[in-house]
């Protein structure tokens, strides 16, 4: 696809982050000439780039058109949504839009990145509430999630009609909030949906993802049956509902709740802020909850994940002021998610070493998913009737298996599509046009950097298989040092034994070489690199300094 490529009488889609994975979600709508962005959204390294925690979509392709970006809609406050904001929405320069609890979180983020009041943040204070933006006219339709304020987009245009899911499930008992009602949702389709672009996440699960009132009802029954004895829930901090759940379920079960992680304190806040919370429990302090009989207290703890700095993780680790000890109870009020087993499974096995017991759901209702299983996907498609289902919010596995779904519901096309992909909505037949590079940016330390640049290439490689540095001084024997060699205890001998190969291969260079620097470096180099391969099978990086020789 050229670079000068822009939209002109067409409707086009394109993701530059959330297509073939989950996570980071970024979509751009193209209309003659115009763009918006759908959410802004970041996701973990998982240990793929040794160092980094944060990764963000490459916003290259839109930055060159930011002239032609009329502004980011924001369905909701999750980070794989709103989170690469503090890091782009500066340089972008236009206006955001969020509902009133994700517009709270996102103005603390840009005040903590040093953005307040540099970036135009407008609030869309009532349910269906609509916005023009250029050639698209935007309706906010509240959806359930695992998260207060989810929200579809109904997006309209002069060549039809997007209906752009977000994050959503079906729930008729959400606890909080009033999604769009199944009636709703069929006059929509009656007046006609030329597109439905849709969650792909829980595309596999046979069943419907669950109601949020049955949680309630199933940690009713799991906490109160705990009598006497000390329960922690952890749960994801962004789910108010969950809160809402736990509050009561303290209060009934007469607990006091105790409140361990700072993105709990901040979710409580920012939800009593803005109408939610309202008659959630005061809390008590880590040495109140330590003085109170054990089976009067409710911990609600960050750390489900096994993040290590997580209170959990530090509960389990011993290191932290709230303590737990044999016949207590930790409930996972939360699913564990995909790369995290092994942390996870780390800290459930320190719990279990200390005989504490856990319950997860796959023992007891305490748990639902925020996203649609199978027969929702089903009923959404029967409601809305699209002309076009492209699936998003899923690796390619879940995106080919929505495509079938809906294809097996009578939906006329499905456009299966990846970042980068360039897609035609209308006029015409609905597919594939272009593509364009959609690569990935870090956070490295205080810097924002290719993914696949040397810094992090050369990383990688030094994770994997160690370093040396070998420093030549004229009239001196090489010096060698090694960083991550498996060679404790022949240490001394592998260095005197590498430093004679060195000098070996650099007295075999002749003629122009032998007083040639880069030469004499590479020689070096190889000489180095073949040494450790010989005592410990690696091939590290080998960096070769050269004072005085050029």
Same mark, same amino acid.
């Given at each position: 696809?050229?670079?000068?490529?822009?939209?002109?009488?067409?409707?086009?889609?394109?993701?530059? *982050?959330?297509?073939?994975?989950?996570g980071m979600n970024v979509n751009l709508y193209g209309c003659d000439g115009k763009w918006l962005m759908v959410d802004l959204g970041m996701t973990f390294s998982g240990g793929e780039y040794p160092g980094v925690d944060?990764?963000?979509?490459? !916003?290259?392709?839109?930055?060159?058109?930011?002239?032609? !970006?009329?502004?980011?809609?924001?369905?909701?406050?999750?980070?794989?949504?709103?989170?690469?904001?503090?890091?782009?929405?500066?340089?972008?320069?236009?206006?955001?839009?969020?509902?009133?609890?994700?517009?709270?979180? +996102?103005?603390?983020?840009?005040?903590?990145?040093?953005?307040?009041?540099?970036?135009?943040?407008?609030?869309?204070?009532?349910?269906?509430?609509?916005?023009?933006?250029?050639?698209?006219?935007?309706?906010?339709?509240? !959806?359930?999630?695992?998260?207060?304020?989810?929200?579809?987009?109904?997006?309209?245009?002069?060549?039809?009609?997007?209906?752009? #899911? *977000?994050?959503?499930?079906?729930?008729?008992?959400?606890? +909080? *909030?009033?999604?769009?009602?199944?009636?709703?949702?069929?006059?929509?389709?009656?007046?006609?949906?030329?597109?439905?672009?849709?969650?792909? #996440?829980?595309?596999?699960?046979?069943?419907?993802?669950?109601?949020?009132?049955?949680?309630?009802? *199933?940690?009713?029954?799991?906490i109160g049956s705990h009598a006497g004895k000390r329960v922690l829930v952890t749960t994801f901090a962004s789910n108010v509902a969950r809160l809402q759940t736990l509050g009561e379920v303290a209060r009934e079960t007469g607990r006091k709740v105790c409140v361990a992680g700072r993105s709990l304190d901040r979710i409580i806040e920012v939800a009593q802020d803005n109408g939610y919370l309202a008659n959630f429990p005061e809390t008590v302090d880590f040495d109140t909850a330590m003085r109170l009989p054990r089976g009067e207290v409710l911990i609600l703890a960050t750390g489900g994940q096994g993040e290590p700095r997580a209170a959990l993780a530090r509960v389990a680790d011993e290191n932290h002021p709230l303590e737990l000890v044999a016949g207590d109870v930790v409930i996972f009020s939360s699913r564990q998610i995909p790369g995290n087993e092994i942390a996870i499974g780390k800290m459930q096995n320190q719990l279990a070493k200390r005989g504490i017991e856990m319950v997860t759901d796959r023992q007891s209702l305490i748990h639902v998913s925020g996203h649609p299983g199978r027969p929702e996907l089903e009923a959404l498609y029967d409601w809305l009737r699209p002309e076009v289902l492209v699936p998003v919010h899923g690796e390619m596995r879940h995106m080919q298996e929505q495509a079938r779904v809906g294809s097996a519901s009578g939906i006329p096309n499905a456009v299966v599509q990846s970042n980068g992909d360039i897609v035609r909505l209308a006029p015409g037949k609905p597919g594939k046009i272009g593509e364009i590079e959609a690569g990935r940016l870090v956070l490295d330390g205080d810097i924002i950097a290719p993914a696949d640049g040397d810094s992090i290439v050369m990383r990688r490689r030094i994770a994997l298989e160690g370093a040396m540095v070998v420093v030549l001084a004229r009239g001196e024997r090489p010096v060698v040092e090694t960083f991550g060699l498996p060679l404790e205890e022949d240490m001394s001998d592998f260095l005197a034994e590498t430093s004679e190969d060195i000098l070996k291969a650099i007295n075999k260079l002749k003629g122009k070489d032998a007083k040639d620097p880069a030469a004499v470096h590479e020689a070096a180099r190889l000489a180095a690199r073949r040494a450790a391969r010989r005592w410990c099978g690696k091939s590290p990086q080998v960096r070769v300094v050269m004072p005085g020789l050029g």
């Open positions: 696809m050229k670079k000068n490529y822009k939209p002109e009488d067409e409707l086009l889609f394109l993701a530059l *982050g959330g297509s073939g994975e989950i944060l990764v963000f979509a490459d !916003l290259d392709f839109i930055e060159e058109r930011s002239r032609d !970006l009329l502004g980011i809609v924001l369905t909701h406050a999750h980070e794989d949504h709103i989170g690469a904001l503090p890091y782009f929405a500066g340089d972008l320069d236009v206006p955001l839009y969020a509902t009133p609890f994700t517009a709270d979180l +996102i103005a603390r983020k840009l005040k903590e990145a040093g953005l307040q009041g540099q970036v135009e943040l407008n609030v869309i204070e009532e349910d269906h509430g609509q916005i023009d933006i250029g050639p698209f006219a935007i309706t906010y339709l509240p !959806l359930a999630h695992s998260i207060v304020e989810g929200n579809a987009l109904l997006i309209d245009t002069p060549y039809g009609t997007v209906f752009h #899911t *977000g994050d959503w499930k079906l729930d008729d008992d959400p606890i +909080i *909030g009033e999604p769009t009602t199944e009636e709703e949702l069929r006059e929509i389709g009656d007046e006609g949906v030329l597109a439905l672009v849709c969650d792909s #996440t829980n595309v596999f699960n046979p069943k419907p993802s669950g109601s949020e009132g049955a949680v309630h009802r *199933g940690l009713m029954e799991e």
